[in-house]
């Protein structure tokens, strides 16, 4: 699989993205040479999911430096318009800064900036994988796992590997992986459509459910624990996260379960003192009226759709980036790493 989102720099660069509408009926990749056909693939979730957002915002701002080498003042406008499309996972926005610091220094250096950060995910992801992965069998049972998920934090959701997924992955290849529960997602079923994909790639056992489900399943015994990723964690440790998280962390301690999110340090805001300060996106109620185009509800009814919950802390049993662990409402930084 192609990194979920990278560069050419053919034809006065571009930037390629798997279309992740476009799955799991078919696999292909969108060239988008503008910063116009970028902003629409971020805003109709073409490109989606917190690190492979930050990818984006870093790649958007290499296109505007390539598109406008001698107008500093367009680059940023242009950047900004990438940072803009989606509020709540951090990760854009930063990703876009991060590049455009290097501006003064020519295009470039802006597009090396944007590299580096495509090439820094998938060891951070593997890092945090390791470390969720090692936090999960210590609160789990002494036996391969039953594991429920959320949406999608796989490596379509990043630049490569994973976060909530990516430590499934890690599981699986100690072989201590029973089965995944993947939550379909509701309405726009990243997990249907992204989760299940990549989870019969990976060649792990799975179920899927109706988000309906989700609690009934760890009432019943089904669930050891629950893994999913982040858009925008807060200093206190609050998550910000797909709709419907905040339900199963509920439900999860309900049945003393535990629940770990697991995302890069990059999706770590503590300039967000606590989840009540996160933006959530709320979006077009088109998406919950239908279902692959066909209507599910009257026309024009009034829709509530934020695309995001916030969990608060104490309902989650960790926190864990490739470097920290947040639990007991603390952060411990890892000393060394690995
Ligand atoms: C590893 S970040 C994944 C995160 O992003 C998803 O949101 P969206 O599909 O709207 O970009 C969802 O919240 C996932 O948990």
């Given at each position: 699989m192609a990194r979920t989102v990278d560069w050419d720099d053919g034809d006065g660069g571009a930037v390629t993205a798997i279309?992740?509408?476009?799955l799991p009926g078919e696999y292909r990749v969108q060239r988008l040479a503008s910063v116009d056909s970028l902003v629409a693939a971020i805003a109709d979730l073409t490109i989606r999911g917190a690190p492979a957002l930050g990818g984006a915002g870093a790649l958007g701002a290499a296109l505007a430096a390539r598109r406008h080498p001698d107008d500093p003042a367009r680059v940023r406008a242009e950047a900004e318009r990438v940072a803009a499309v989606?509020?709540?996972?951090?990760n854009l926005r930063r990703g876009v800064e991060r590049a455009l610091a290097r501006l003064d220094e020519g295009a470039d250096a802006v597009v090396a900036e944007a590299l580096a950060v495509l090439d820094e995910d998938e060891t951070t992801n593997r890092r945090l994988g390791r470390r969720a992965a090692d936090v999960l069998t210590a609160l789990g049972?002494?036996?391969?796992l039953r594991l429920l998920t959320h949406c999608n934090s796989g490596a379509l959701a990043t630049?490569?590997?994973?976060?909530g997924l990516g430590a499934v992955r890690e599981l699986a290849e100690r072989g201590r992986v029973a089965e995944v529960l993947a939550c379909e997602t509701r309405p726009l079923l990243q997990g249907a459509r992204l989760t299940v994909w990549e989870l019969r790639e990976m060649g792990v056992a799975h179920r899927l459910l109706v988000d309906s489900a989700a609690a009934s399943a760890m009432a019943r015994g089904l669930v050891d624990a629950v893994v999913v990723g982040a858009d925008r964690i807060a200093a206190n440790g609050d998550v910000a996260n797909k709709i419907g998280t905040y339900a199963l962390a509920c439900a999860a301690v309900r049945h003393g379960l535990p629940m770990v999110v697991a995302a890069p340090?990059?999706?770590?805001?503590?300039?967000?003192?606590?989840?009540?300060d996160i933006v959530i996106e709320e979006r077009d109620g088109a998406e919950v009226r239908a279902v692959a185009g066909v209507?599910?509800?009257?026309?024009?009814t009034a829709v509530y759709n934020p695309a995001f919950d916030v969990t608060p802390?104490?309902?989650?049993?960790a926190v864990v980036t490739e470097r920290a662990t947040f639990r007991a409402g603390a952060w411990e930084r890892e000393a060394v790493l690995r």
């Open positions: 279309d992740q509408r476009a989606r509020p709540t996972a951090v049972p002494d036996r391969p630049v490569a590997w994973g976060t340090e990059s999706t770590v805001d503590h300039a967000t003192v606590s989840g009540e209507p599910t509800a009257p026309e024009g802390a104490e309902l989650l049993a």
